[in-house]
């Protein structure tokens, strides 16, 4: 049961344009969304997060927005540079027990092109 | 301050092998995480270690077990190794809050 999907394997986005990376979720009970970026042979970094109780949180030329209607959030980076290019995974945690479960999705492959 | 670091970095092993594999967390941080990452599937959790006792699990056979030591170092061991096993294994440790995780280089496991 996928409750945290990225529907889209990879994108291509020109040098200075936004790239704009979605991710839908399926709980409800989810209370913190979070966005990492993976270079090859490195391990993911934390990029940006946001609370189910706010809408949007900016960071820099990171943008994430929540829409808890639709379970839906997408990170906008402005402007892309080729440096952005990785693979973007959209993470969501819940409190369970005292302690935090994650769950990710399968990751979003961006390509930026000089 | 040093960062999460995971050995060895690529292992092959053969099936029905087993294999133990090893993370040392960032100086300070009580809680250690293991995902599994291949292509289908992205990153998926593995377990969760903190202070020596395994306080979360995610949905893996018997086959993966863990523990950690008292200096917050955490292994991860699977035992009869099968084809499917090959992946990217990723150890991330923090504070206590999984959102606040730093994550390894990983360990690339192929099973010949």
């Known amino acids: 049961d996928q409750q945290v999907k990225q529907n889209s394997p990879s994108l291509s986005v020109q040098e200075g344009r936004i790239s704009i990376l979605n991710c839908d979720y399926t709980?409800?009970?989810?209370?913190?969304f979070l966005w990492y970026k993976k270079y090859p042979a490195e391990g993911p970094t934390f990029l940006i997060s946001?609370?189910?109780?706010?809408d949007k949180n900016e960071d820099g030329r990171f943008t994430v927005f929540l829409n808890k209607s639709a379970k839906h959030l997408s990170l906008h980076i402005v402007p892309s540079q080729p440096g952005d290019s990785a693979v973007y995974f959209c993470?969501?945690?819940?409190?369970?027990?005292?302690?935090?479960?994650?769950?990710f999705g399968i990751g979003t492959k961006l390509q930026v092109i000089p | 301050k040093a960062g999460v670091t995971q050995t060895p970095r690529y292992l092959i092993k053969t099936r029905g092998q087993q294999v133990t594999l090893s993370c040392s967390p960032i100086?300070?941080?009580?809680?250690v995480s293991w995902y599994q990452q291949t292509p289908g599937q992205g990153l998926q959790f593995l377990f969760e270690?903190?202070?020596?006792?395994?306080?979360n699990k995610g949905n893996f056979p018997g086959r993966f077990s863990g523990r950690q030591f008292s200096n917050s170092r955490s292994e991860m061991n699977v035992s009869t190794l099968e084809l499917g096993d090959s992946a990217l294994y990723l150890c991330?440790?923090?504070?206590?809050?999984?959102?606040?995780?730093?994550f390894g280089p990983g360990t690339r496991l192929t099973v010949l």
């Open positions: 991330a440790s923090s504070l206590g809050w999984v959102y606040e995780q730093f």
């Open positions: 709980n409800s009970m989810f209370d913190y």
């Open positions: 946001i609370s189910s109780i706010k």
């Open positions: 993470a969501a945690t819940r409190s369970s027990g005292g302690y935090q479960k994650v769950t």
């Open positions: 100086s300070g941080h009580r809680s």
């Open positions: 270690y903190f202070s020596e006792t395994q306080r």
